[in-house]
């Protein structure tokens, strides 16, 4: 079970048993001073251990100066198959309240170590979202600038709106302690429950038939599942499971633009840092 580390400070003195005090020593014409108290507080999550990651491999591309364009500063890539670069997955539970460690949030970084914040498009569809890293030369120098268009998804399997039936949703985050929050574009617009599912468990994620069995095991209920239409956020406190992944799509691309022309052989990289906290 992994263990959480809450440390505390308080800015007054209290008195209660049971507690070790270093011995101060007498002070002739003291003014007074600061006493710190502190101590630790020891949480044992049962939430975050509910939780199965996987990172994506590595992706190299292999291309030449004639796959640029004319003045070779600009390189787009298709992606001819998907490729996952995280995916999630839970078992279902209910916390009794927000930030007791059952809420995952996604983060991103660069090379630089720099925050990389998910971009939700004018027009959002089926997940479709971007990030954009800054593109580095063997000696680490920055010389341009990739981006990756990628889709990403999230879905919980919880009670329909109909109570005869349970059914998968997909999701969005946009507050701080949703399930998710900072890994999925602003508006799940053009997914419906079971597009949404069926996309993640290609990934590798929960079909709708595991997440509706798990669903009944945990809720004591036999209940078939139902096609859902509408969007839904979570942060964890409702009888419920979660799929989540982070993918290009075959089709998409990644659009490196170079800072100069490239005119000799370059070797380039663009690294993405990918950040899980249970909040």
Same mark, same amino acid.
Request: hydrophobic fraction near 40%; charged fraction near 15%; glycine fraction near 10%.
């Given at each position: 079970?992994?263990?959480?580390? /809450?440390? =505390?400070?308080v800015?007054?003195?209290?008195?209660? &048993?049971g507690?070790?005090?270093a011995?101060?020593s007498w002070?002739e014409?003291?003014t007074?001073?600061t =006493?710190?108290?502190g101590?630790?507080?020891?949480?044992?999550s049962?939430?975050?251990?509910?939780? *199965?990651w996987?990172?994506? %491999?590595?992706?190299?591309?292999a291309?030449? $100066?004639a796959?640029?364009n004319?003045e070779k500063t600009?390189?787009?890539?298709?992606m001819?198959?998907r490729?996952p670069l995280?995916v999630?997955?839970?078992?279902p539970f209910? #916390?009794?309240? *927000?930030g007791?460690?059952?809420s995952?949030?996604?983060?991103f970084?660069? $090379?630089?170590?720099?925050?990389?914040a998910l971009?939700?498009?004018? *027009?959002p569809?089926?997940g479709k979202?971007s990030?954009?890293?800054p593109?580095?030369?063997?000696?680490?120098?920055?010389i341009?600038?990739l981006?990756?268009?990628?889709?990403?998804?999230?879905?919980?399997?919880t009670?329909?709106t109909?109570p &005869?039936? @349970?059914?998968?949703?997909?999701?969005?985050?946009?507050?701080?302690?949703? /399930? +998710?929050?900072?890994?999925l574009?602003?508006s799940?617009? @053009? !997914?419906n429950?079971?597009?949404?599912?069926? =996309?993640? #468990?290609? %990934?590798?994620?929960?079909?709708?038939?595991e997440?509706?069995?798990?669903w009944n095991? +945990?809720?004591?209920?036999?209940?078939?599942?139902?096609?859902t239409?509408?969007s839904?956020?979570?942060?964890?406190?409702?009888?419920? !499971?979660?799929n989540?992944?982070? &993918?290009?799509?075959q089709?998409q *691309?990644l659009?490196?633009e170079f800072?100069?022309?490239?005119?000799t052989?370059t070797k380039w990289s663009?690294p993405?840092?990918i950040? =899980?906290?249970?909040?």
């Open positions: 079970m992994k263990k959480k580390l /809450i440390a =505390i400070a800015a007054t003195a209290s008195v209660m &048993s507690v070790a005090n011995e101060s002070v014409a003291s007074g001073g =006493i710190d108290i101590g630790t507080i020891e949480v044992d049962q939430y975050d251990d509910l939780w *199965t996987k990172l994506g %491999d590595a992706i190299t591309v291309s030449n $100066a796959d640029m004319a600009s390189l787009t890539i298709t001819e198959q490729k995280l999630g997955k839970s078992e209910k #916390a009794p309240s *927000t007791v460690g059952a995952p949030s996604i983060s970084s660069d $090379a630089d170590g720099n925050e990389v971009q939700t498009p004018a *027009t569809s089926q979202a990030l954009t890293l593109i580095k030369d063997e000696s680490k120098a920055t341009g600038s981006t990756l268009n990628v889709q990403a998804i999230g879905v919980m399997y009670q329909s109909n &005869s039936y @349970g059914g998968p949703h997909a999701m969005t985050a946009n507050d701080v302690g949703n /399930i +998710f929050h900072g890994g574009p602003t799940a617009a @053009g !997914l429950g079971s597009t949404a599912v069926n =996309i993640v #468990a290609s %990934d590798g994620g929960w079909t709708v038939t997440m509706m069995n798990k095991e +945990f809720t004591g209920q036999n209940k078939s599942w139902i096609q239409v509408y839904a956020g979570s942060s964890g406190t409702i009888d419920a !499971l979660y989540y992944s982070l &993918s290009i799509a089709g *691309t659009e490196a800072d100069s022309p490239v005119t052989t663009a993405l840092t950040s =899980i906290a249970y909040n």
